[in-house]
């Protein structure tokens, strides 16, 4: 298992024939098909009754096909999930503000609470350019499906991921780094330690997890 991931997402997930058709039932500017009830659409018999409960089971086979793709990683920071917590379905452009993306697939990656919190990305706008096709759109960050991120940052060192920048220039790397404070003291510091506990071996060692608990509780980052 490696510390620190930072890869582009290859693999899209697919939903089923059924939940293909159920998405394609609810209108695309619906403010709230992530978290709402859906008793507006069931009154106009747009949706049948249990809806949300589809919608609910749905969202949990979402993360379950995410974790099998993306493995135990957060998408932004590249921590694993072992130090960084729970995983979160995160909505790479934001749900509130662009509903008619709310199910895409290219639009859904696991995130950290750090990351994906109010802390730092929360609402924040990552459309530089909107176009009706998701992947015509253009983004200001280093997307995680649609941009190769070693093209946007590169590691200062290429044997201890700790320091990085943008890679010749790269404004979305900026960006990127920038937004999940990607060189904060706090992750640099994490990223620093886990190195030097594991010298010069990038696999996770039995205590890393330890020493990297004892490391977040003095740098109070989680
Ligand atoms: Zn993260």
Redesign the pocket.
């Known amino acids: 298992m490696i510390l620190i991931k930072f890869e582009q997402i290859e693999e899209v997930f697919e939903y089923t024939p059924a939940q293909d058709e159920f998405i394609a039932k609810i209108p695309l500017d619906y403010k709230d098909a992530w978290d709402g009830n859906f008793e507006d659409l069931v009154l106009s018999n747009v949706l049948r009754r249990g809806s949300a409960s589809f919608r609910d089971k749905m969202k949990d086979d979402i993360k379950n096909k995410l974790t099998n793709i993306q493995g135990n990683y ?6 694993t999930f072992r130090l ?1 917590g729970i995983s979160e379905r995160e909505h790479i452009a934001d749900k509130a503000t662009y509903p008619q993306f709310v199910f895409k697939n290219q639009n859904l990656a696991l ?6 919190g109010f802390a ?1 990305k929360g609402t924040q706008n990552t459309v530089a350019e909107l176009h009706d096709e998701y992947d015509k759109c253009k983004f200001l960050i280093v997307h995680p499906y649609l941009d190769d991120i070693h093209k946007h940052i590169e590691f200062i060192s290429k044997e201890y991921k700790v320091l990085m920048r943008p890679k010749d220039g790269s404004v979305k790397g900026a960006n990127t780094i920038e937004m ?1 404070g990607l060189m904060d003291p706090e992750q640099t510091v994490l990223r620093g330690a886990l190195y030097l506990k594991n010298k010069k071996n990038d696999e996770l060692q039995p205590d890393s997890l330890e020493f990297a608990e004892e490391i977040m509780i003095v740098g109070k980052r989680f």
């Open positions: 957060c998408i932004y920071c590249g921590i960084v995130a950290c609470h750090y990351c994906n730092k999940f």
